[in-house]
């Protein structure tokens, strides 16, 4: 054993007959020397940033990396307490955490009645535990999953008087459903996370991406309008931004219909865009570690895609918060960070779970999917972007929406969608919303089949020998 610091005073001491053999600088002469079959870090006050750090500087030498849970006093040691751990995929995203201000989510959440529709889902599961956490007096839990409402309501009667929180089924493409809940509960707080969110999901089923998101939205907000609602957010994403899919395209709309709403006064109202949470149902991380646990390969679409990535505590935090910035149909942009390139996230959860990249679990290119981008943004290119009270959140100047010709735009759209007329809704979507960044996506699908079937060449070819195009029968499929 030696032990490691930067702290160039305590070089050559030795502690408890282990020398301190240097710093992270002379990691590389440290590991010829002792080579250790493991790193600890046993720092007890540790910011994401220095951990980061630390990690990046470690992990190219392929050895385990282990933490010891921080300590702060002798008599807290315990054998529990000595149990080292894997660092957890989320340390290593992003950048450090946001402080809460609490005045902005007492200002939309604390002794109201506070409704959630997807109240079930990744996201708004976590808005409703925040709220309840955050003091709201009473919660509306509305969703049309069956199964995730029967689990939230085990999680909750655990913890929580059923007085505290309602279940509603139900979903908001049924107007007359939504005014009876409204007036039934009467929320003076509304977050709108019902969505269909997966993009390959909506690229094979375009009109019901329309229907939800769009005039689900559209409902939501003219049924709190009429119910008095004090505040309503809708929950939005950085597909919606230049997008190149129908979800995407389907959330940009639920922007527009919260900014032209929110002309006539009344209720406050804003979305608020982000990139990807962490752990969400159907993201890249569970799907990766189920991966890596059945031996791999770990597929990445593209070699060279990045997204941002925040936590789904902290993203909802942001929410709430948001939700007391809300005021004439603004769009806020939460600060997610640096984009990570996903191929290194896939490396690090091999890495974080002891094995070596490519050595061990395999990695393989498969190519973007229909309607995936290489680089997903936050803002478009002409929309300016201003400081809020919260150094998290940053809110965007939108150009004016012609609001009648957008309300016949829809009108058409509602049309199309009904009739279940697929090609007409993708035109009809995409000449509501600019379809300019869709045609560079598909030029960056057919590059990225392009290099897929080109590294499908070298594995099976390597020397070019056979002098035919041999492809595995999946990269067959993906250029089809």
């Not at 962490?278 to 993201?283: A, Y």
């Amino acid at each position: 054993m030696a032990f490691m610091d930067d702290d160039k005073s305590k070089h050559g001491k030795s502690i408890g007959g282990s020398i301190v053999a240097g710093g992270l600088d002379d990691c590389e002469t440290i590991i010829e020397r002792y080579e250790p079959d493991m790193f600890v870090v046993a720092i007890t006050d540790l910011t994401k940033s220095q951990l980061k750090t630390i990690y990046e500087r470690l992990s190219r030498y392929n050895i385990p990396i282990k933490m010891l849970p921080p300590i702060s006093d002798a008599q807290e040691i315990t054998h529990d307490s000595l149990t080292l751990h894997d660092i957890k995929i989320e340390s290593l995203l992003g950048r450090d955490e946001f402080k809460i201000k609490k005045e902005l989510i007492d200002m939309s959440v604390k002794d109201k009645v506070v409704m959630v529709t997807g109240g079930a889902g990744s996201i708004g599961s976590e808005l409703c535990r925040q709220a309840l956490i955050f003091g709201c007096r009473h919660l509306v839990i509305f969703d049309q999953n069956e199964n995730g409402m029967f689990n939230i309501d085990q999680e909750f009667c655990k913890k929580y008087d059923m007085s505290r929180y309602s279940l509603v089924m139900g979903t908001v493409r049924e107007a007359d459903k939504l005014a009876a809940v409204l007036d039934k509960y009467k929320p003076q707080t509304v977050f709108h996370a019902a969505a269909y969110k997966h993009v390959p999901m909506m690229e094979i089923a375009p009109t019901e991406a329309i229907k939800n998101n769009v005039f689900g939205t559209k409902n939501i907000i003219e049924q709190c309008k009429k119910a008095g609602v004090e505040r309503f957010v809708l929950i939005s994403t950085d597909k919606a931004v230049n997008p190149a899919n129908v979800m995407g395209a389907s959330k940009r709309l639920a922007e527009m219909l919260v900014q032209t709403r929110a002309e006539n006064g009344g209720m406050q109202m804003a979305a608020v865009r982000f990139g990807n949470v962490l752990g969400s149902s159907g993201s890249v991380i569970p799907t990766f570690l189920k991966q890596i646990s059945e031996g791999g390969p770990v597929t990445v679409t593209d070699r060279n895609i990045k997204r941002y990535f925040m936590t789904i505590p902290e993203a909802v935090r942001l929410v709430l918060q948001t939700g007391a910035l809300a005021s004439s149909g603004e769009v806020f942009v939460l600060d997610m960070g640096e984009p990570v390139y996903i191929y290194d996230l896939a490396c690090n959860l091999i890495r974080l779970n002891g094995y070596v990249p490519n050595k061990d679990i395999q990695i393989v290119i498969s190519g973007l999917r229909p309607g995936e981008k290489l680089f997903e943004e936050l803002r478009y290119d002409m929309e300016k972007v201003d400081k809020t009270s919260h150094e998290g959140i940053f809110v965007t100047k939108l150009e004016k929406i012609d609001k009648k010709k957008f309300d016949r735009d829809l009108g058409e759209l509602k049309n199309i969608a009904e009739n279940e007329d697929e090609t007409g809704i993708e035109k009809k979507v995409f000449d509501i919303v600019p379809r300019a960044a869709r045609e560079q996506a598909l030029k960056e699908r057919e590059s990225s089949l392009r290099a897929a079937v080109a590294e499908a060449k070298m594995i099976s070819d390597p020397a070019g020998k056979s002098g035919k195009d041999t492809v595995s029968p999946e990269k067959s499929q993906a250029v089809a």
